[in-house]
């Protein structure tokens, strides 16, 4: 299974700790490939893009007025994370540990 999302992201690595054997793709260094992308933009729409984060709120009114599929082109980092294909070719977007 592969987790699309960022090294230093706290979601992607507490979704590491539990599933050791995900494969992590930080976005900030590979593109989604095209597919995933398009499939995730079909699935989630505008919830693919984090409107909390601090990218979302570093870009201008022209970049955000953008298609989902090209604000993530142009700055990965904006997408919600995790976003994880799964054996099944399922995707699924964000992770929250439980706190036992």
Known sequence: MIIYGLKNCDAC???????ADF???DVSIT???ENIL???I?????ALINKRSLTWRKLDIETRQKQTHEIIRLHPKVMKRPLVELKSGD???GFKASKD
């Open 38 to 40: 398009e499939k995730a």
């Open 13 to 19: 690595k507490a979704l590491l700790k539990v599933e």
């Open 31 to 33: 593109p989604i490939p």
């Open 42 to 46: 079909e699935n989630f729409g505008e």
């Open 91 to 93: 995707l699924s977007l």
């Open 23 to 25: 494969e992590l793709f």
